[in-house]
């Protein structure tokens, strides 16, 4: 298996959500509206974009663990049952720890 591949494609989503979080984390520490039908909005606009941003933590965490089975030489294996990973699973999520059988149990 090809892990440099999968070890440029984790780095560049990690890089994106990065930017990405950067970018919540200046629109939460935005200064708020004194009208209160704004504030209002605003607010709404804040549950949602924290969690995105919850979100976008979840998966960086789980793209540190992939870097770290690459680093391991563990990468493309099943945490759970230590079957190979298929290609095309890794494909569609590359910091996947599980293979789709296991995935499907969970």
């Known amino acids: 298996m090809d892990t440099a591949h999968f070890e440029h494609v ?8 990065e930017k990405r979080l950067s970018k919540i984390d200046d629109d939460l520490g935005r200064l708020k509206s004194a009208d209160s039908a704004e504030r209002a909005t605003e607010s709404e606009n804040d549950e ?22 690459i680093a391991a030489g563990t ?32």
Do not use: M, N, Y
């Not at 949602?48 to 663990?65: P, T």
């Open 10 to 17: 984790l780095i560049a989503r990690k890089a994106e959500i």
């Open 48 to 69: 949602v974009l924290e969690e995105f941003g919850q979100v976008g933590e979840e998966e960086l965490r789980a793209i540190d663990a992939a870097l770290d089975r």
């Open 75 to 106: 990468f493309g294996t099943c945490v759970k049952c230590e079957e190979p990973i298929s290609v095309e699973r890794l494909t569609a999520v590359p910091h996947t720890p599980f293979c789709k059988d296991c995935a499907a149990g969970l």
